[in-house]
């Protein structure tokens, strides 16, 4: 029997995405006219999708994508063309960052083409990134008199270093993928054939591990970057302890000690 698809599936403009399979959520940006250009519409679909995949337990994992050519060239800069500062103030685009990036589930993102602006800023929202070998990846805001605004400037900063981010941001110079590699912003390059297949097969892996605890994983590793270690450290203490107590836990240890594969259920 076919399964019925999510009503946060129906109605959407700018991005694709497919019925979830194997626990993986499938989204794919859709303008490709626009080279995918972020705008607040996009954003909206994306932040919204991404809050009810959140109650969905046919959901334990997101593959997050773009064009063959081009992931997304950055905002849709005829939106920003006549707002005031009271107009960015007030944008609710804020608001579908904030969404994203409170996303509590992996995503796993694979990028091909240009991933630029406030498209590599969404790219940095991915937990893990896969690149084919032709990416790029930059900010170039600055050749626009202005400067990121969604997090470019502090995430590519932890990312990549203070000098690399500083070249980025200042310069406009794009980083290749081979590059972002060695730098930290992305996991693996690939062929661009292949990048989806194998941000696709790492997130069906993931979608199959304990979902609290792949859950907690994320908060845990992300905390990292936020806080002191000494704080961090009491945290994923707190995580830790609070994992035992979850049927997962119990499922994960009996399975490995009757020598069978284990079947998670998320609670």
């Not at 694979?110 to 032709?134: K, P, Q, R, S």
Request: with cysteine; aromatic share 6%.
């Amino acid at each position: 029997m076919t399964r019925e698809s999510p009503p946060y599936l129906a109605g959407l403009e700018d991005i694709l995405v497919g019925q979830p399979e194997d626990f993986v959520l499938t989204i794919r940006l859709n303008r490709p006219k626009a080279r995918n250009a972020l705008r607040t519409q996009l954003l909206k679909e994306l932040a919204d999708v991404l809050a009810q995949a959140s109650n969905d337990d046919d959901v334990r994992c997101v593959l997050l994508t773009g064009g063959e050519k081009v992931f997304a060239a950055g905002a849709d800069i005829t939106e920003m063309k006549d707002k005031s500062p009271v107009d960015v103030i007030n944008d609710p685009r804020g608001h579908y960052w904030a969404a994203i990036r409170d996303f509590a589930k992996p995503i796993v993102g694979a990028v091909n083409g240009f991933c630029l602006g406030g498209g590599n800023e969404l790219a940095m929202h991915c937990d893990i990134l896969f690149a084919g070998n032709t990416a790029q990846f930059g900010q170039p805001e600055i050749n626009l008199g202005i400067i990121p605004g969604a997090g470019g400037t502090q995430r590519l900063t932890q990312m990549v270093g203070k000098s690399k981010a500083m070249r980025m941001v200042l310069s406009g110079e794009f980083m290749s993928a081979t590059e972002a590699e060695k730098a930290g912003l992305i996991a693996e390059v690939c062929e661009p054939e292949l990048t989806i297949d194998k941000a696709l097969t790492l997130a069906k892996k993931i979608a199959k591990k304990p979902p609290l605890a792949a859950r907690l994983a994320k908060e845990s590793v992300l905390n990292a970057a936020d806080t002191l270690l000494s704080d961090g450290i009491k945290a994923e203490r707190k995580s830790f302890a609070t994992l035992f107590a979850s049927s997962d836990k119990q499922e994960g240890v009996s399975a490995f000690m009757e020598k069978r594969k284990p079947t998670f259920k998320g609670h």
